[in-house]
């Protein structure tokens, strides 16, 4: 019997030293890590909890994540690191004053330095003194103008007057030429551009040809018309001050 009892004393103090040196093996053992593509402990105790909790899915997929940035994050660094190499230009009009010491000086005699205008030749005056008034048939009243109002050859007097009040002289006379209605239109406007007058030239419903001339107070119409015989009537009448 005690050499039985020994024997059990004996196994069970080997058997508890084998369960003390197995215990004390395993602590001493370092962690070993997980290997790629397994969980460790430590995430797949997140990885529990999160599953335990309704909103933990909800909210991981929610969360921003901060390597993630969108197109106003790129305009908006693409524009900062430009910012330092944009330089202002100047319009090429250059729209700031000049500042010059010159300054406009009128002359101290503008009538000497202004450009004078060519002097015309002074313009006589159509009549120097006042004709006798008075009417005359088939021929020219006696004192008619003839410088004022010239008569082409080859015409024909048909009746003639002069009148006068204060400085002015009317005249008129009225005859019949053998020359064409541009030969004494011509004749006309080679006396007008003597006297140094504007005129221009009409033609009337009619077909008669009116010239128009005259210069300030001074004026004067002519009225041709082709006869059926071939002769040019001529009407003209005129007003003239004298310059005594």
Not at 95 to 119: C, F, I, N
Not at 176 to 201: C, M, N
């Amino acid at each position: 019997m005690k050499f039985k009892s020994l024997i059990a004393v004996i196994l069970s103090l080997a058997a508890i030293l084998f369960v003390l040196a197995f215990t004390l093996d395993w602590m001493g053992r370092p962690e070993t890590l997980a290997p790629v593509g397994q969980p460790s402990s430590a995430a797949a105790e997140d990885a529990a909890k999160g599953a335990d909790s309704p909103s933990g899915d909800v909210e991981a997929s929610t969360a921003p994540s901060a390597k993630q940035s969108g197109p106003d994050d790129a305009k908006s660094s693409q524009l900062e690191g430009t910012s330092d190499k944009v330089e202002a230009t100047r319009p090429s009009w250059n729209p700031q004053p000049t500042q010059t010491d010159e300054r406009l000086e009128l002359p101290e005699d503008p009538e000497k330095t202004a450009s004078a205008m060519p002097s015309a030749e002074p313009r006589k005056p159509a009549l120097s003194k006042a004709p006798k008034p008075g009417a005359a048939e088939g021929k020219l009243t006696k004192g008619f103008p003839k410088e004022a109002m010239p008569l082409p050859s080859s015409t024909t007097i048909e009746r003639s007057s002069v009148e006068a009040q204060s400085s002015l002289v009317m005249v008129g006379v009225q005859g019949r030429s053998k020359q064409s209605v541009e030969e004494v239109l011509a004749f006309y406007e080679a006396h007008f551009k003597d006297l140094q007058w504007l005129a221009s030239t009409s033609t009337d419903a009619d077909g008669s040809t009116r010239l128009q001339a005259g210069f300030g107070q001074d004026t004067a119409t002519v009225t041709l018309h082709q006869l059926p015989t071939g002769l040019t009537e001529i009407n003209a009448a005129g007003v003239f001050k004298v310059e005594d």
